[in-house]
Protein backbone atom coordinates (compact mmCIF):
# COMPACT_ATOMS: atom_id res chain seq x y z
CA UNK A 1 0.00 0.00 0.00
CA UNK A 2 0.69 3.78 -0.36
CA UNK A 3 2.29 5.64 2.15
CA UNK A 4 -0.16 8.21 3.88
CA UNK A 5 2.33 10.97 2.57
CA UNK A 6 2.47 10.02 -0.88
CA UNK A 7 -1.49 9.36 -1.44
CA UNK A 8 -1.66 13.00 0.20
CA UNK A 9 0.75 14.50 -2.39
CA UNK A 10 -1.38 12.19 -4.96
CA UNK A 11 -4.24 14.01 -4.01
CA UNK A 12 -3.30 17.24 -3.99
CA UNK A 13 -2.04 16.94 -7.33
CA UNK A 14 -5.19 15.26 -8.43
CA UNK A 15 -6.73 18.57 -7.26
CA UNK A 16 -4.41 20.70 -9.63
CA UNK A 17 -5.88 18.84 -12.45
CA UNK A 18 -2.80 16.11 -13.07
CA UNK A 19 -3.60 12.96 -15.30
CA UNK A 20 -0.56 11.27 -14.17
CA UNK A 21 -1.05 11.46 -10.80
CA UNK A 22 -4.85 10.65 -10.75
CA UNK A 23 -3.06 7.35 -12.84
CA UNK A 24 -1.12 6.50 -9.95
CA UNK A 25 -3.71 7.69 -7.18
CA UNK A 26 -6.09 4.87 -9.04
CA UNK A 27 -3.54 2.12 -9.07
CA UNK A 28 -2.50 2.75 -5.89
CA UNK A 29 -5.95 2.52 -4.28
CA UNK A 30 -8.52 0.85 -6.56
CA UNK A 31 -8.21 -2.57 -5.41
CA UNK A 32 -9.39 -1.31 -1.86
CA UNK A 33 -11.91 1.13 -2.69
CA UNK A 34 -13.62 -1.63 -5.00
CA UNK A 35 -13.99 -4.01 -2.01
CA UNK A 36 -15.54 -1.49 -0.31
CA UNK A 37 -17.93 -1.28 -2.95
CA UNK A 38 -18.18 -4.71 -3.96
CA UNK A 39 -18.74 -5.33 0.02
CA UNK A 40 -21.83 -2.97 0.29
CA UNK A 41 -23.19 -4.03 -3.08
CA UNK A 42 -22.67 -7.96 -3.22
CA UNK A 43 -22.76 -7.95 -7.04
CA UNK A 44 -19.08 -7.45 -8.95
CA UNK A 45 -20.97 -5.42 -11.89
CA UNK A 46 -22.47 -3.11 -9.97
CA UNK A 47 -19.50 -2.64 -7.96
CA UNK A 48 -17.02 -2.09 -10.83
CA UNK A 49 -19.96 0.24 -12.14
CA UNK A 50 -19.74 2.08 -8.97
CA UNK A 51 -15.98 2.40 -9.03
CA UNK A 52 -16.09 4.18 -11.79
CA UNK A 53 -18.45 6.91 -10.08
CA UNK A 54 -15.96 7.09 -7.31
CA UNK A 55 -12.97 7.95 -9.02
CA UNK A 56 -15.12 10.89 -11.11
CA UNK A 57 -16.27 11.92 -7.60
CA UNK A 58 -12.27 12.13 -6.29
CA UNK A 59 -11.44 13.65 -9.26
CA UNK A 60 -14.01 16.33 -9.05
CA UNK A 61 -13.67 17.04 -5.01
CA UNK A 62 -9.98 16.64 -4.82
CA UNK A 63 -9.18 19.98 -4.49
CA UNK A 64 -10.99 20.04 -1.33
CA UNK A 65 -9.12 17.65 -0.07
CA UNK A 66 -7.47 18.67 2.87
CA UNK A 67 -4.46 16.83 4.86
CA UNK A 68 -4.89 17.10 8.29
CA UNK A 69 -8.46 16.62 8.59
CA UNK A 70 -8.34 13.28 7.22
CA UNK A 71 -6.61 10.47 6.02
CA UNK A 72 -6.50 10.57 2.43
CA UNK A 73 -7.34 6.66 2.32
CA UNK A 74 -10.48 7.01 4.80
CA UNK A 75 -11.34 10.06 2.49
CA UNK A 76 -11.53 7.95 -0.37
CA UNK A 77 -13.22 5.15 1.54
CA UNK A 78 -16.10 7.47 2.74
CA UNK A 79 -16.79 8.10 -0.88
CA UNK A 80 -16.76 4.90 -1.98
CA UNK A 81 -18.85 3.42 0.99
CA UNK A 82 -21.74 6.41 0.52
CA UNK A 83 -21.60 6.34 -3.19
CA UNK A 84 -21.90 2.46 -2.93
CA UNK A 85 -24.74 2.71 -0.40
CA UNK A 86 -26.59 5.58 -3.02
CA UNK A 87 -26.65 2.64 -5.36
CA UNK A 88 -27.93 0.52 -2.84
CA UNK A 89 -31.10 2.47 -2.23
CA UNK A 90 -32.03 3.50 -5.63
CA UNK A 91 -32.04 0.05 -6.86
CA UNK A 92 -35.14 -0.22 -8.39
CA UNK A 93 -38.36 -2.33 -6.69
CA UNK A 94 -38.20 -5.82 -8.41
CA UNK A 95 -33.96 -5.72 -8.58
CA UNK A 96 -31.97 -6.68 -5.98
CA UNK A 97 -33.63 -5.48 -2.55
CA UNK A 98 -32.08 -3.90 0.83
CA UNK A 99 -34.78 -6.23 2.95
CA UNK A 100 -34.07 -9.11 3.70
CA UNK A 101 -36.64 -11.76 3.83
CA UNK A 102 -37.30 -11.39 7.60
CA UNK A 103 -37.98 -8.04 6.70
CA UNK A 104 -35.00 -6.45 8.31
CA UNK A 105 -32.52 -3.64 6.16
CA UNK A 106 -29.32 -4.67 5.09
CA UNK A 107 -28.54 -1.65 5.13
CA UNK A 108 -28.78 -1.41 9.26
CA UNK A 109 -25.75 -3.95 9.36
CA UNK A 110 -22.92 -2.27 7.28
CA UNK A 111 -20.30 -0.87 9.53
CA UNK A 112 -19.78 2.75 9.90
CA UNK A 113 -16.21 3.92 8.55
CA UNK A 114 -16.43 7.22 10.53
CA UNK A 115 -13.50 7.40 13.10
CA UNK A 116 -15.16 6.97 16.84
CA UNK A 117 -15.10 9.77 20.08
CA UNK A 118 -11.36 8.29 20.58
CA UNK A 119 -9.96 8.20 17.58
CA UNK A 120 -11.51 11.40 16.49
CA UNK A 121 -10.04 12.76 20.03
CA UNK A 122 -6.16 11.14 19.33
CA UNK A 123 -6.49 12.22 15.86
CA UNK A 124 -7.17 16.45 16.94
CA UNK A 125 -4.45 15.83 19.54
CA UNK A 126 -2.19 14.31 16.94
CA UNK A 127 -3.12 17.58 14.75
CA UNK A 128 -2.48 20.46 18.00
CA UNK A 129 0.66 18.61 18.41
CA UNK A 130 2.09 19.05 14.78
CA UNK A 131 1.03 22.37 14.88
CA UNK A 132 2.66 23.38 18.20
CA UNK A 133 5.67 21.60 16.42
CA UNK A 134 5.15 23.94 13.35
CA UNK A 135 5.37 27.01 15.45
CA UNK A 136 9.02 25.96 16.46
CA UNK A 137 10.18 26.31 13.31
CA UNK A 138 11.22 29.99 11.53
CA UNK A 139 7.91 31.26 9.41
CA UNK A 140 9.15 30.92 6.01
CA UNK A 141 10.44 27.33 6.55
CA UNK A 142 7.43 26.29 7.83
CA UNK A 143 5.63 28.25 4.85
CA UNK A 144 8.30 25.83 2.82
CA UNK A 145 7.81 22.84 4.15
CA UNK A 146 3.62 23.21 4.07
CA UNK A 147 3.76 24.25 0.37
CA UNK A 148 6.09 21.39 -0.77
CA UNK A 149 4.37 18.63 1.00
CA UNK A 150 0.97 19.92 1.35
CA UNK A 151 0.83 21.74 -1.50
CA UNK A 152 3.14 20.02 -3.71
CA UNK A 153 5.14 22.55 -5.21
CA UNK A 154 8.82 21.48 -6.70
CA UNK A 155 11.67 22.66 -4.80
CA UNK A 156 12.84 24.69 -7.73
CA UNK A 157 9.25 26.42 -7.47
CA UNK A 158 10.30 27.24 -3.84
CA UNK A 159 13.70 28.30 -4.09
CA UNK A 160 12.17 30.92 -7.05
CA UNK A 161 9.78 32.24 -4.58
CA UNK A 162 11.88 32.69 -1.46
CA UNK A 163 14.88 33.78 -3.54
CA UNK A 164 17.11 31.21 -2.52
CA UNK A 165 20.02 28.33 -4.38
CA UNK A 166 18.10 25.58 -5.20
CA UNK A 167 20.09 23.49 -2.67
CA UNK A 168 19.61 25.28 0.17
CA UNK A 169 16.20 25.15 -0.04
CA UNK A 170 16.33 21.46 0.03
CA UNK A 171 18.67 21.92 3.05
CA UNK A 172 16.21 23.92 4.82
CA UNK A 173 13.16 21.43 4.11
CA UNK A 174 15.70 18.26 4.79
CA UNK A 175 16.62 20.34 8.68
CA UNK A 176 13.01 21.39 8.80
CA UNK A 177 11.68 17.60 9.10
CA UNK A 178 14.29 16.60 11.11
CA UNK A 179 12.86 19.72 13.67
CA UNK A 180 9.31 18.57 13.22
CA UNK A 181 10.19 14.82 13.82
CA UNK A 182 12.23 15.67 16.72
CA UNK A 183 9.41 17.50 17.96
CA UNK A 184 6.77 14.93 17.37
CA UNK A 185 8.71 12.04 19.65
CA UNK A 186 9.00 14.32 22.75
Known sequence: MTEHADLEAMLSR???GDRGAFESLYHATSAKLFGVCLRVLKNRAEAEDTLQEVYLRIWDAAVGFRPGQASPMSW???IARNRAIDRLRAR???TESTQRADGTDLLADLADDAPGPERSALAAETRAQVLRCFEELPEDRAIAVRRAYLDGDTYAELARHFDVPLNTMRTWLR???MK???????
Not at 180 to 185: I, K, T
Open 14 to 16: VGL
Open 76 to 78: MIT
Open 92 to 94: KPG
Open 175 to 177: RSL
Open 180 to 186: LRDCLSR
